[in-house]
């Protein structure tokens, strides 16, 4: 198995070079800049310097040059997501676009100021993560299913608290008091994850919503909240003892966060052929896929990349007309 492992590995290098050479030695000539359209600290801004981390030497073999992160947040990463639309198409801009830039923010917004399908060029999916459902200690319930009966015998008493207005944790929200049966269940919206867990551990909010990562796991280990339901297919290797919100009793309660490397449209072919070779060998790099499984995400399993986020599009755009989402 490790004979087939380092065999596959020194294939996927003998194809990189393959690639840099019909790129005749012209990329990447420089550094190349990675946006990140959200502030420092947060699960997609780790995602993108671990992929950068371990990209750069295969991009630059020779160690002339870098993958320089910068943050550009605002707007629900709509800022950044936007400038890097707009960028020159020769491979040296990139985005972290996640599904809330590439799929929530577009649909829900009235003049979004990019397409996410036609002005950007999948290079690769980093990680996956998916929200979930965490209570406070103090309301008594350990399950999915006493949560949503607690809610319903007190209509608008309970409240949620999500990442902020627009973001997936948000749209979580919705589509949990939608699937519950039409839950009176107010939001209110924080400024990240972060405070949002900060209120809930303090008794000020009884509900999130918030992606899971390992700074979540940590709360529910040390009892200060608890995950009644991660929304994802399956359970995750980071938390096999933590049900899904389907085997909680809510089938179609799915809302999963891709951290994704995308260029401008119609970006040279020779560099995004690079670009895509070493994102592809990195991303087999066991050492990357632990440091990304140490933040709770886990990597992407399905062949067809952009077959999933095109499915994930129409699936999201369907719920938001269903449950008639606005931010």
């Not at 992606?211 to 994802?232: E, K, T, Y």
């Not at 499984?293 to 699936?315: H, L, N, S, V």
């Amino acid at each position: 198995m490790q004979r087939r492992f380092f065999l596959r590995l020194g294939i996927a290098a003998a194809s990189l070079a393959a690639i840099r050479s019909r790129a005749q030695g012209k990329y990447p000539e420089r550094a190349v800049r990675l946006v990140v359209p959200f502030p420092p600290g947060g699960d997609t801004d780790v995602a993108a310097r671990l992929w950068a981390r371990y990209t750069a030497p295969l991009l630059f073999p020779g160690g002339n040059g870098s993958v320089v992160v910068e943050n550009r947040a605002g707007a629900g990463g709509a800022i950044g997501a936007a400038e890097v639309a707009r960028a020159p198409a020769d491979g040296y801009t990139l985005l972290l676009g996640t599904t809330g830039t590439q799929i929530v923010s577009p649909a829900v917004a009235e003049n979004p100021p990019y397409d996410p399908l036609r002005d950007f060029a999948l290079v690769g999916i980093v990680s996956m993560l998916p929200t979930c459902i965490v209570v406070g200690p103090a309301l008594g319930v350990s399950a999915l299913g006493a949560l949503v009966r607690l809610i319903k015998a007190n209509p608008g008493k309970y409240s949620y608290g999500s990442a902020g207005p627009g973001t997936l944790s948000n749209l979580a929200g919705e589509l949990f008091k939608h699937q519950a049966g039409g839950l009176d269940m107010p939001h209110v919206p924080y400024k990240g994850g972060g405070p949002a867990m900060q209120d809930l551990i303090g008794g000020h909010i009884p509900v999130i919503m918030p992606v899971f990562s390992s700074g979540v796991l940590a709360q529910h280990r040390a009892g200060r909240a608890l995950i009644v339901g991660i929304n994802s297919e399956a359970r995750l290797k980071a938390a096999p003892d933590i049900p899904t919100s389907a085997e909680g009793g809510m089938p179609e309660m799915q809302a999963q966060v891709f951290d994704a490397i995308f260029a401008p449209a119609g970006t040279d072919a020779a560099a995004l052929g690079v670009l895509r070779a070493a994102s592809a060998r990195a991303l087999r790099d066991p050492a990357l896929l632990q440091d990304l499984a140490k933040t709770g995400a886990e990597p992407f399993a399905r062949a067809d990349a952009e077959g999933y986020i095109r499915e994930e599009a129409a699936r999201w755009t369907a719920v938001i007309k269903a449950i008639g989402f606005r931010t």
